[in-house]
């Protein structure tokens, strides 16, 4: 199985509730960091969700800075991972993160196992949170925050700065969250395969 088949798979089997429900944004490759990672898979609702996907074709090598990336953003995370790499991946994962297994059954079909749950991130970074969010978003944030004009014109790493020291993180997730799935144009790369049959933003 190579990562294609097992991200649709699990749009499909494990995440049609979330697509279906109008307060959450389901976003595939959701840029973090600014391009430093892509998240494979990201759930915005309630909480930040992150899932990242290894295959048995895929490579380790990224996966430890994956893992701090995602670690600064995401209130949980997971990973999905093929049979080959199951006992690597599980050495390298934070108590936190959870782990789930996909297998392939003898007519193709392709099953998800929760090996581990994944539980609540207590060390997200607010500003890796803030820049999640484009210049105009952080900068109406802001604004509506009673912040200056000069204040607003300044570079956009500054911008992230005083929004993460301006109010909890909290807040600074609930604010992030609003905006996100507030979003009209999440910058797709392609149209979404219409062999989905889901809406899957994805996020640059």
């Known amino acids: 199985m190579n990562d294609e088949k097992i991200r649709l798979q699990f749009h499909r089997k494990r995440l049609h509730r979330q697509h279906e429900d109008s307060e959450t944004v389901v976003v595939d490759e959701l840029g973090l960091k600014h391009g430093r990672c892509r998240a494979d898979i990201a759930v915005i609702n309630g909480h930040f969700v992150g899932y990242e996907i290894k295959s048995d074709k895929d490579s380790l090598r990224r996966l430890p800075e994956q893992i701090n990336v995602y670690s600064a953003v995401f209130d949980r995370a997971s990973v999905i991972v093929g049979e080959k790499h199951a ?118």
């Open 87 to 204: 006992r690597a991946v599980k050495s390298l994962l934070p108590g936190w993160w959870g782990l789930i297994l996909t297998t392939q059954g003898p007519r193709g079909g392709v099953k998800f196992t929760v090996e581990r749950k994944a539980s609540l991130n207590r060390s997200v970074d607010p500003f890796s949170v803030a820049q999640l969010l484009w210049r105009d978003e952080v900068a109406g944030v802001l604004e509506m925050l009673g912040a200056e004009k000069k204040t607003l014109r300044a570079p956009r790493k500054a911008l992230y700065h005083c929004l993460a020291s301006e109010i909890d993180i909290s807040e600074l997730r609930r604010q992030v969250r609003m905006c996100l799935k507030a979003r009209t144009d999440w910058r797709y790369p392609e149209p979404p395969s219409p062999s989905v049959g889901l809406s899957r933003p994805c996020a640059k």
